[in-house]
């Protein structure tokens, strides 16, 4: 099959288009031929060496949506020709509140979706709603995972209440304002791009303000009517954790699910203790929370935000527009 094939850490020029040997499906396992897949800043986390347990060479790519072709059971055969899209958490485990020390992620060490095939439990395969296309389909998984935990199991964001999510062009991000606004809060967001910040309003913000902009604090304060915000769910981190820290009202959250710019530094503990916050971590999601989701793109409550699809032997361009912010929702790879 051909594969997009990372072999050293780099540029985006390191991932190889090239021939590979066809995945064989073991006991319990499928092979999906892929339509689509998508990135996610992992996939450049991963590229440019700035991810835990890197293994080269691999084939990237967590999210997909294709049609099962093989499975290594006789009782997984009715899923054959079925059109699925892949839940790429593997190995939870059985504690909801947390991953089981085998937790990983599809597309690192595991081979992901940069490819025609892909190798997957069975129990990671999930029907592809009918009323998305495959690359819709391939747009959903890891960041609406991410974004519905983030906001639903952990945030507990309920109707009514201001929700600030930071960095908006991100995929995750777009999702998490979606189910935020699904569920009735008023969403503020953040963005270094006033355009996308438009983009946002049209999918339901309040209003949002540009982080390169000075007082942004303020306007977030007063979109959020003066006192400050209930809920926050960021992964800019960095400098952006003690801005969100600042900007909860009393008994506010704060949802953590990454650190794009880094760790924060500077932290006023004081504003966490007085203010009876509570800083809550999330990653990815269980099987129960991915139902949940893909139920949200089934009853049509939200639909996904494709910022651009373009083929999949072209995945270099697509990660050099993800690493300058340029995207608004997800960057699809078209698999023929
Ligand atoms: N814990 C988990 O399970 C989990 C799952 C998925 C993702 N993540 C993490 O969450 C983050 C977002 O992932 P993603 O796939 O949604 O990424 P993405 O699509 O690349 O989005 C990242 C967004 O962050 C904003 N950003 C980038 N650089 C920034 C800067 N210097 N200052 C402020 N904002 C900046 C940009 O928003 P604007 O363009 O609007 O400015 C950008 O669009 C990553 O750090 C990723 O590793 C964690």
Known sequence: MKAIVLHEIGEPENLRYEDVPDPKPESGEAIVRLRAAALNRRD????????????????????????VVAVGNVKDKSWIGRSVVINPTLEWGNDPRVQ????????????????????????????????????????????S???YRAVVTRGQVQAGETVLVTGIGGGVAVAALQIAHSLGANVIVTSGSDEKLERAHALGAIGGVNYHA???????????????????????????????????????????????TG???????????????????????????FSAMLRLYERKTIQPVIDSVVPFEHAREAHRRMEQAQQFGKIVLRIG
């Open 44 to 67: 450049v986390w991963i590229r440019t060496g700035k991810y835990a347990g890197i293994k080269l060479p691999v084939i990237l790519g967590s999210d997909g949506a294709g049609e």
């Open 263 to 289: 760790n924060a530094g500077n932290l006023t503990l004081r504003r966490i203790f007085w203010k009876q916050l509570t800083v809550l971590g999330s990653t990815m999601g269980t099987p129960e929370d």
């Open 214 to 260: 000075e007082n942004g604090g303020n306007t977030v304060r007063s979109l959020a009517g003066g006192e400050g915000v209930d809920v926050v769910i960021d992964s800019v981190g960095g400098e952006m954790f003690n801005r969100g820290i600042d900007l909860l009202k009393p008994g506010g959250r704060f949802v953590s699910y990454g650190s794009t």
């Open 100 to 143: 089981s020390p085998t937790f990983r992620i599809l597309g690192l060490p595991d081979n992901g979706t940069y490819a025609q095939f892909v190798k997957i439990p069975v129990i990671n395969l999930f029907p592809k709603p009918a009323n998305l296309s495959f690359e819709e389909a391939a747009a959903i998984p890891l960041a």
């Open 145 to 147: 995972v991410t974004a």
